[in-house]
């Protein structure tokens, strides 16, 4: 065999693998959007039905077999605030000290090490420690507080990891160009690093908000209530939530077959908050690198 007939046929055999490498990576997207489509198309179809006025601004009546969820979509944008405003300050700056203050340094990479093994803690481990501590110690009570905090420690790896990262991607020219203008290093970090990074950061800050909104572990042994018609009107409330008031009609309500279609609907209706807080990620991401290109 000639040395120009054996390179095509190894041009031959390296063209037939990568065709087959290429297919079976499109089949496996595929799969993982068709799965996603037909979950979300199971549940739209379930519960669109379901989905009205009423449904949207009433509160449950007759043992959650009637009415509808006002008081549970308080109750989650009420601990997703929360939670919020505990995790983005303490997630922010604990990412910028480890990237811009005390990058390869041990201090760095021990809580690094620590924030990795803290995200990879069941949320039911947050719930028990949350009743612990919040509830328990703290004299929180079952609260909104306690549930807050509860799922801010829960959303606190997200938004350090997120920050760091963000702040790794920034070109350390950016950052010498600066300093040697005589800006100082927290001139440097608010007025160059911190706006070239935003795009990033504020999408793993809308994406932790996502992951918050629909657990229910950490809820259920801090802040959630199984009947609570009404709003609240202090942070030492209890109240209902979209996630555990989905699992409680679902398993363990009055009448678990009557209230099946009201299920279905929460459940669209959480879907949705969460595709809505997906998208509106990708809005600001989009929209804060446009203005940063500008700048």
């Known amino acids: 065999m000639t040395p120009i007939i054996q390179a095509k046929n190894t041009d031959k055999r390296k063209r037939y693998s990568q065709a087959v490498a290429f297919t079976v990576f499109k089949l496996m997207s595929y799969s993982v959007v068709a799965i996603l489509f037909f979950i979300l198309g199971f549940i739209i179809v379930r519960g669109i039905g379901v989905i009205s006025w009423d449904f949207l601004t009433k509160a449950p009546e007759e043992g959650m077999t009637k009415g509808g969820i006002f008081p549970a979509i308080i109750g989650t944008l009420c601990l997703v605030a929360g939670s919020s405003i505990f995790s983005f300050p303490i997630g922010i700056m604990s990412g910028i000290y480890m990237n811009e203050y005390a990058a390869g340094s041990k201090v760095a990479t021990f809580i690094r090490i620590m924030t990795n093994n803290l995200s990879g803690v069941p949320s039911v481990v947050f719930g028990l420690f949350g009743m612990a501590l919040f509830v328990n110690t703290m004299k929180f009570g079952d609260s909104i507080l306690a549930g807050s ?147």
Request: hydrophobic share 50%; charged share 10%; no cysteine.
């Open 149 to 295: 905090l509860t799922l801010g420690l829960l959303s606190l790896p997200l938004v350090i990891r997120t920050t760091e990262e963000s702040l790794k991607a920034i070109d350390n020219s950016y950052r010498e160009g600066s300093l040697a203008l005589g800006a100082t290093k927290l001139q440097t970090i608010q007025k160059v690093v911190l706006p070239m990074a935003f795009p990033n950061i504020i999408t793993g800050l809308i994406l932790s908000i996502g992951r918050v909104s629909g657990e229910t572990a950490p809820i259920l042994f801090t802040v959630a209530a199984y009947f609570l018609p009404k709003l609240p009107t202090s942070i030492f409330n209890q109240v209902m939530a979209l996630p555990y008031h989905l699992y409680v009609i679902s398993t363990s309500g009055t009448n678990v077959e009557a209230s099946r279609g009201i299920a279905y609907g929460t459940a669209l209706v959480l879907i949705v908050i969460v595709l809505l807080v997906n998208l509106l990620a990708n809005f600001l991401r989009n929209y804060f690198s446009k203005k940063v290109k500008t700048n």
